[in-house]
């Protein structure tokens, strides 16, 4: 699976700086992470990319040319992106979002705004309008690299042992159960007894009751919502 990112910071995204599981999927070829330089796309000879808002108010504003003729660039040569502008004012990410995407063939087009934000007739130009939360970040580098990391997992081969994914967090509409490894005392607290019983179906019993409780606390509209 292919992800590409238009951003003003493309250095960001060297295939080198990418630790652990995606790392391992870039050498193994099984995803490929290409980032396009959006100054390449700027106007005159100081590659402007921005302006001031039309109406006042502080701060730049991405222009439209620039973006554009980055995305007509891409989709040239690589055509049928599923293309994704990053902002605060879109549709939120979750896991279930997150596997939608990862369906998404050839890939993913991410773009990364900067500054007081993007034109907003730059929203005519892609698929989807994604939010990684309830916040304001100053640039979408690191919501795209949210998003590349949370889909590469799903695509087939990069997880060590995919039979993880149908455990963890949000893929049942639960969070997880409570985890634990050695020792089987550490500072006055013990292991919950049934995990070291050996006893495979009260283990899962006890995961189940606890995913429950858990996700009935911490996070309960997860159960209201009902999702898978
Ligand atoms: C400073 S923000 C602009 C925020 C904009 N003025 C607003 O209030 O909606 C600059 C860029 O960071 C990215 N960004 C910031 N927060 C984000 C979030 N929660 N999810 C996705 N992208 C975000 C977007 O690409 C945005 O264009």
């Given at each position: 699976?292919?992800f590409?990112?238009?951003?003003?910071f493309?250095?960001l995204f060297?295939?080198?700086s990418w630790?652990g599981?995606?790392?391992r999927?870039?050498?193994?070829?099984?995803?490929k992470i290409?980032?396009h330089?959006l100054?390449?796309?700027?106007?005159?000879?100081?590659r402007q990319?921005?302006?001031?808002p039309y109406?006042?108010g502080s701060?730049m504003?991405l222009r439209?040319e620039p973006?554009f003729?980055?995305?007509?660039?891409?989709?040239?040569t690589?055509?049928g992106?599923?293309?994704i502008l990053?902002t605060?004012q879109g549709?939120?990410l979750?896991q279930a979002l997150?596997?939608?995407?990862?369906?998404?063939?050839?890939?993913?087009?991410?773009?990364?705004g900067?500054?007081?934000?993007i034109?907003d007739?730059v929203?005519?130009?892609v698929d989807q309008?994604?939010s990684?939360g309830?916040?304001?970040?100053s640039?979408g580098?690191l919501?795209?690299?949210?998003?590349?990391?949370?889909v590469?997992r799903?695509v087939?081969?990069?997880?060590g042992?995919?039979?993880?994914l149908a455990?963890?967090?949000?893929?049942?509409g639960?969070?997880e159960?409570?985890?634990?490894t050695?020792p089987?005392?550490?500072?006055?607290?013990?292991?919950?007894e049934?995990?070291l019983?050996g006893?495979h179906?009260?283990?899962?019993?006890?995961?189940?009751t606890e995913?429950?409780?858990?996700?009935?606390?911490?996070?309960?509209e997860?159960?209201?919502?009902?999702?898978p």
């Amino acid at each position: 699976m292919e992800f590409h990112v238009i951003t003003l910071f493309p250095e960001l995204f060297a295939a080198a700086s990418w630790p652990g599981m995606v790392g391992r999927a870039l050498k193994a070829d099984l995803i490929k992470i290409q980032a396009h330089d959006l100054r390449e796309h700027g106007l005159g000879s100081y590659r402007q990319v921005d302006d001031t808002p039309y109406g006042g108010g502080s701060g730049m504003v991405l222009r439209p040319e620039p973006l554009f003729a980055a995305i007509e660039v891409v989709n040239q040569t690589r055509p049928g992106l599923w293309r994704i502008l990053l902002t605060p004012q879109g549709e939120p990410l979750d896991q279930a979002l997150v596997r939608e995407l990862s369906g998404r063939r050839p890939g993913l087009l991410l773009i990364a705004g900067r500054y007081e934000g993007i034109d907003d007739r730059v929203s005519t130009a892609v698929d989807q309008e994604i939010s990684i939360g309830d916040y304001v970040l100053s640039g979408g580098e690191l919501a795209a690299m949210v998003v590349i990391e949370a889909v590469a997992r799903l695509v087939p081969g990069v997880l060590g042992n995919p039979e993880s994914l149908a455990e963890e967090s949000f893929a049942d509409g639960m969070l997880e159960y409570p985890q634990y490894t050695r020792p089987e005392e550490f500072r006055g607290m013990r292991v919950p007894e049934i995990l070291l019983s050996g006893d495979h179906r009260k283990i899962q019993e006890w995961r189940k009751t606890e995913a429950l409780t858990r996700t009935a606390r911490r996070r309960p509209e997860l159960i209201r919502r009902g999702r898978p």
